[in-house]
């Protein structure tokens, strides 16, 4: 089945330790998306990529960044994590960008940060 | 502006029942209303969507209502099932916003038998 995977499920890093999140996708879309989601909150988008154009919401902390290497894989790595940004972390793809196309959310990791 | 308000934040009801959550909006740019629902350990799935120009769409045991004048829109869920026990969001999109969901803030759902 086609599908968005993500990995790992679960991290757990130290503060201030870097680390890296795995995005990939079977489906062949072109945009994909990071959200975070903390506990009992709404997703929040960070970032897409509709390609390789990278389009940075603007109050996503610097601390966060994203690379695509392909239309396969995306990553979000979070450069000094802090004790706030324990959440989980969405990864997401669409088709298409200015359409209503469905964005199809991966199962999430769940970051720890101690 | 950007913010989509959604009640109640959590929502108890008998199998059977018909569930209803509560979204509205302040941007009148926004056109397109998905609601998304997420299961434990899972990333939400859109659910039903609606845009504007109707009142009312109906997949199944899911309706949207929409009341434009009142920039207000509601899921209800008719036949409550255990197994839609979940959390809901409605979200909100504009044309030209690149995909970009403005997510209210969930209403978790528990049905009981």
């Known amino acids: 089945d086609a599908m968005v995977i993500q990995n790992p499920r679960y991290q757990v890093t130290q503060f201030g330790k870097p680390v890296t999140l795995s995005c990939s996708q079977t489906l062949n879309h072109n945009v994909m998306y990071w959200y975070q989601q903390k506990s009992s909150q709404a997703p929040k988008l960070l970032f897409h990529?509709?390609?390789?154009?990278?389009?940075n919401e603007a109050d996503t902390p610097d601390n966060f960044q994203s690379r695509r290497p392909n239309t396969s894989f995306c990553f979000l790595d979070i450069r000094s994590p802090g004790l706030g940004d324990a959440a989980m972390y969405l990864c997401?793809?669409?088709?298409?960008?200015?359409?209503?196309?469905?964005?199809?959310f991966g199962p999430g990791t769940r970051l720890t940060v101690t | 502006q950007q913010q989509v308000k959604q009640s109640p934040q959590s929502l108890i009801v008998q199998k059977g029942g018909i569930s209803i959550i509560n979204c509205a909006y302040e941007?009148?740019?926004?056109?397109?209303f998905p609601w998304y629902q997420q299961f434990p350990g899972k990333g939400p799935a859109l659910l039903i969507a609606i845009r504007p120009d109707v009142s009312e769409k109906k997949e199944g045991r899911f309706t949207i209502s929409f009341n434009k004048s009142a920039k207000q829109f509601s899921l209800h869920i008719m036949d409550s099932q255990p197994g839609d026990s979940a959390t809901y969001f409605c979200a909100a999109r504009r044309s030209g916003t690149a995909s970009k969901l403005t997510f209210g803030t969930g209403t978790r759902l528990q049905v009981t038998l």
């Open positions: 990529y509709y390609d390789k154009d990278f389009n």
């Open positions: 941007n009148t740019a926004f056109d397109y």
């Open positions: 997401a793809t669409s088709k298409h960008r200015d359409r209503e196309d469905e964005q199809y």
